[in-house]
């Protein structure tokens, strides 16, 4: 299958869903500010981060979401107003394998079950533009982070040691997870 980069950035919208309006946007410059906004600096969420958003980390972040060809990323709103955003990260068209991250909710968003509906839309535009493996790299500490990805079906792979420095000084040991085409198709109704 040849994949299609085109269909990959393309929004996504999901009208179904109880829990309002959810759709996703190609991140463009007209989201920074909305984005920067609803990264509060006093998130206790930023330690485990591999960026803190909230700080002078957030523009260089923007920005390479913006300017690098092996990402693509979007803003997440609900009913009409920005709630989060969630990327497709280390893009490699040829080899049909990316990694889903970056994924950032606003700090009234967390537990409400907007970011179980938005995994399973991006999972399924992943798969759909003709990518075989889609690839998750959690922080060890993330608990949360790690439960739902298990949830979505994704297979522990292992641990990568020491694998990055995030902006915290952290040495970070990163939980690899993936999900592949034919399980993902296993699991729809």
């Not at 979505?152 to 292992?158: D, P, T």
Request: net charge negative.
């Amino acid at each position: 299958m040849i994949v299609d980069l085109a269909l990959l950035g393309q929004p996504l919208r999901d009208h179904e869903w109880d829990g309002g309006l959810v759709d996703l946007e190609p991140l463009s410059e007209d989201y920074r500010e909305p984005l920067r906004a609803i990264c509060p600096p006093d998130d206790p969420v930023w330690p485990i981060y591999p960026v803190d958003l909230s700080g002078p980390g957030f523009d260089p972040y923007f920005d390479s979401l913006l300017g690098d060809p092996a990402r693509r990323g979007f803003v997440i709103l609900r009913d009409g107003r920005v709630a989060g955003t969630t990327s497709f990260l280390n893009i490699v068209a040829g080899k049909q394998t990316l990694e889903l991250g970056g994924t950032f909710m606003a700090q009234a968003e967390r537990g409400s079950g907007l970011n179980t509906r938005v995994k399973p839309l991006v999972l399924g535009r992943a798969f759909a533009a003709g990518f075989r493996r889609v690839e998750f790299r959690v922080d060890e500490r993330n608990e949360r982070s790690q439960a739902a990805v298990r949830k979505l079906g994704a297979v522990r792979e292992g641990v990568l040691r020491a694998e990055r420095v995030t902006w915290t000084g952290h040495l970070r040991n990163t939980v690899m997870f993936s999900i592949l085409a034919e399980e993902w198709a296993a699991r729809q109704p």
